[in-house]
């Protein structure tokens, strides 16, 4: 059975910041490309970050310079590194794996697998 829990979660101040982790069991995620979303209240789900099965990466304008996916292949473990983070931020952050047999998206609905998500959450 696959599954995907995410950790890191949590509360901080603007500026701050939090690593997030995608554990990934049931599947081997050097084959799949991995992405993180995120939803806020009221607002449609996003894509914020992405890494190819062969590590190229791909960003949302809105994180850019401040946001960074890696894997850990050997661990099965995607992360996503948060700095300055801002309120705008706040959201709850899922990940997600998609077959390398198949191109990269930026697309929820064209995933394998989910997470049930991590709160984050940023005061101003």
């Known amino acids: 059975q696959v599954q995907l829990r995410e950790s890191g979660g949590g509360s901080v101040q603007a500026g701050g910041s939090l690593r997030l982790s995608c554990a990934a069991s049931g599947l081997t995620s050097s084959v799949y490309h991995m992405a993180w979303f995120r939803q806020a209240p009221g607002k449609e789900r996003e894509f914020v970050a992405g890494i190819m099965s062969g590590g190229t990466t791909y960003y949302a304008d809105s994180v850019k310079g401040r946001f960074t996916i890696s894997r850990d292949n050997a661990k099965n473990t995607v992360y996503l590194q948060m700095n300055i983070l801002k309120p705008e931020d706040t959201a709850v952050y899922c990940c997600?794996?998609?077959?390398?047999?198949?191109?990269?998206?930026?697309?929820?609905?064209?995933?394998?697998?989910w997470g049930q998500g991590t709160q984050v959450t940023v005061s101003s």
């Open positions: 997600a794996a998609k077959s390398s047999a198949y191109s990269f998206t930026k697309i929820w609905d064209f995933y394998n697998y």
